[in-house]
């Protein structure tokens, strides 16, 4: 019934204490769990079901008076003389009734008799008395409650609540302690009241000479971003101060469109300061070329022994990539003695390159290469494109040797013009053969072999093929050129020649000069 107490019929108190300790797997179950009656589905009066959690041991609280039916008759018993929520103990033994849920004196309304504890034998007892313990001054009974004959079994444990919420702030506390230790050792510098070092203190900016940062400090003030403006078009690119008294260096292609007079060069300096130059020479043939500013006591860039750069050296490339001024990359030396062919038909230039992976972009060409002394290695040139697609770096990017840069920006300074080594010999392009070959006949504008030439007094004939430079194999056209105008007219070089009979010969080769265009 739902009604509330006092309104119909007495209040009774609340159903005894649960069990403040779990059951053993081997205690007999109170009130149910072997009863013979609940064979046929039906569980006996007051069973709570299994799987009911804590409480499913617990009986249910009877709404009747102890010895009394709802009706207020005589309460009935099933037919072997037991009460229907009473449970039977298998054992030949009288089966104990469910407790009663008469309510002690103080609990009594209306002045009626309490029930005797002998009436009631477990209920409103001490409640830190274990279930099998009788109340103080009465015999010990016994009951379902207590534990088999024999043997007791220790009830197992359950960590309580208590344990738990100690364990979790045992381990917040150990993880501010871990990282209090942590944050000290992160920043020493903080005060003893652990807060972090004010954002205005002095940091130092400065860097050991020889790293990326230090090599780049020294660079930007001698790197230079060059616009060419009017003319026929426009382009953009980098160079390098190469002497205190105005003369830069850069590339040919980058002021190519202002070598007619129809434009200017403009020249933007670290400082922002800007400056109008003007071309003293070029060469498409190194795709080098040498401007002056009317300024003085530049800080000029010195140039390293290319032949002394081995494949793995740091480098670092620094100029204005599609215009972004003061632009610092970093890399290695990734080959040497790389043939890059540059330019069109009408503008190529051969160079012996040296490969880095350092990010070169569009607008690097004419900036320097330099190595971790802070001296140039090279000029950037060139960067290969996958597929013949315009794109951006792909770590392949090319530079002209120091050695190279040096002897024509000299020559272009001293006369205003630059000149490359020949052996004096024309080559045919659609050899396939090993080596390279001579044309076997003069052509409408060339002869196979210039007469006089330095190809001629060596003894080369057209036809003739040739397999290495100084030792080092040459397989195409391009291989032959680039690894001849690495050196200056004038040097030797020792040329491997087969000729059509088969026989190999060395042969030394005079290099003559030729001036280049620009």
């Known amino acids: 019934m739902n009604e509330r107490p006092g309104e119909h019929e007495p209040a009774y108190p609340p159903a005894p204490a649960p069990r403040t300790e779990p059951y053993s797997l081997d205690e007999p179950r109170p009130y149910g769990g072997d009863d013979p009656r609940a064979e046929d589905g039906h569980r006996p009066w007051g069973e709570r079901p299994t799987g009911a959690g804590e409480d499913a041991w617990r009986p249910a609280a009877r709404p009747e008076a102890a010895g009394a039916s709802q009706d207020g008759g005589p309460a009935t018993t099933t037919g072997d003389g037991e009460m229907p929520w009473s449970s039977p103990r298998g054992d030949g033994a009288p089966s104990s009734s469910y407790p009663s849920s008469t309510p002690p004196p103080e609990y009594v309304s209306g002045g009626g008799r309490a029930a005797s504890p002998a009436d009631v034998p477990y209920a409103w007892r001490d409640p830190a008395a274990r279930p099998w313990q009788p109340p103080a001054g009465e015999a010990h009974q016994h009951s379902v409650l207590a534990p088999p004959a024999g043997r007791r079994r220790r009830p197992g444990r359950k960590v309580g609540l208590g344990v738990v919420v100690l364990l979790v702030l045992v381990a917040l506390l150990g993880g501010l302690v871990l990282g209090a230790l942590g944050a000290r050792a992160l920043w020493p510098a903080a005060s003893s009241s652990g807060t972090l070092p004010a954002g205005g203190s002095q940091v130092s900016t400065t860097r050991p000479p020889d790293s990326v940062a230090g090599i780049a400090a020294a660079a930007l003030e001698s790197t230079v971003f060059i616009e060419?403006?009017?003319?026929?078009?426009?382009?953009?690119?980098s160079g390098m101060v190469l002497?205190?008294?105005?003369?830069?260096?850069?590339?040919?292609?980058?002021i190519a469109a202002a070598?007619?007079?129809?434009?200017?060069v403009l020249v933007t300096f670290a400082d922002g300061g800007q400056e109008e130059a003007e071309i003293v020479g070029r060469t498409t043939d190194y795709d080098l070329a040498v401007l002056r500013v009317a300024r003085d006591g530049l800080t000029p860039l010195p140039l390293a022994d290319?032949?002394?750069?081995?494949v793995g050296d740091p480098v670092v490339a620094v100029g204005a990539p599609l215009g972004l001024e003061g632009t610092v990359t970093s890399g290695i030396i990734s080959a040497l003695n790389r043939p890059v062919q540059a330019g069109n038909s009408e503008d190529t230039s051969f160079i012996n390159a040296i490969q880095t992976d350092a990010a070169i972009n569009p607008g690097n060409s004419g900036g320097p290469l330099i190595n971790a002394a802070g001296e140039v290695i090279g000029i950037n040139t060139a960067i290969a494109q996958a597929s013949g697609q315009p794109t951006g770096s792909i770590g392949l990017g090319f530079s002209i040797p120091s050695n190279q840069v040096r002897r024509t920006a000299e020559e272009i300074i001293e006369t205003g013009r630059a000149t490359y080594p020949v052996i004096g010999v024309a080559l045919d392009t659609r050899y396939q053969g090993e080596g390279v070959q001579v044309l076997e006949a003069d052509s409408p504008d060339t002869p196979a072999v210039t007469p006089d030439g330095p190809g001629a007094e060596a003894g080369i004939e057209p036809g003739d093929i040739i397999t290495h430079v100084d030792g080092q194999p040459v397989t195409t056209p391009s291989e032959l050129i680039v690894a001849v105008r690495a050196r200056a007219p004038g040097d030797t070089v020792v040329l491997t020649v087969r000729s059509g009979g088969g026989g190999e010969r060395e042969v030394e080769v005079v290099l003559d000069e030729a001036v280049s265009d620009g």
């Open 228 to 237: 060419v403006v009017g003319g026929n078009s426009a382009s953009s690119g």
């Open 243 to 254: 002497r205190e008294d105005g003369y830069l260096v850069t590339n040919n292609h980058v």
């Open 259 to 264: 070598a007619d007079g129809q434009g200017r």
């Open 306 to 310: 290319s032949d002394a750069v081995v």
